[in-house]
């Protein structure tokens, strides 16, 4: 019995190899975040190593991708990661929720909420541990964008409607 379910098993995982999914690997940087915000050199650097794989449209996808089920376990995890921030459709959200986003920016580095334990652990994406000082980099920025919006909008249009 034991052998039948190993077989079944194995049979399983060589057959989910060849169903393919949709990888996140689009060009469109029509509503991209740095298409309305400053974002220098040094900010740029940290969102390429921690950030962008999970919040952009465009993942760097690692060897191990190829691999199912992991591939769709890592795919689940940044379309999952998308839909809480995405870089690359960012100011296709109304002005409210941008601003929000920001805010949340700022919490997720204070609290070390990311990047997640899950993408650097088992030393992957070493580039993606955050120094202290990088996390300070990215809070010093986000809070710089909001005060950007302050000074430029109506405060009554940087909060969100409830309904």
């Known amino acids: 019995m034991i052998k039948k379910i190993s077989i079944a098993i194995l049979i399983i995982l ?11 690997e689009s060009a469109n940087y029509e509503f ?12 740029q650097t940290i969102f390429k190593n921690a950030c962008n794989d999970c919040h952009t ?10 691999i199912e089920p992991v ?3 890592l795919n689940s995890h940044v379309t999952d990661g998308k ?19 920001l805010e949340e920016v700022v919490e997720v580095m204070e609290e070390k909420e990311m990047p997640l334990d899950s993408y650097t652990n088992f ?17 010093n920025w986000a809070k710089e ?8 909008y109506p405060a009554d249009s940087l909060v969100r409607k409830r309904n």
């Open 145 to 152: 964008q909001l005060a950007y919006l302050q000074a430029t």
């Open 57 to 66: 449209n465009q993942t760097i996808y690692p060897w191990y991708s190829q």
């Open 71 to 73: 591939g769709y376990w």
């Open 83 to 101: 839909r809480h921030l995405n870089f690359s459709e960012f100011t296709n959200r109304p002005l409210a929720i941008q601003y929000h986003k």
């Open 14 to 24: 060589i057959a989910v190899q060849f169903i393919p999914y949709e990888k996140n």
């Open 32 to 43: 991209d975040i740095s298409k309305s915000y400053n974002i220098p050199d040094n900010v």
């Open 123 to 139: 030393g992957l994406h070493p580039e993606a541990n955050l120094s202290d000082e990088e996390r300070e980099i990215l809070i």
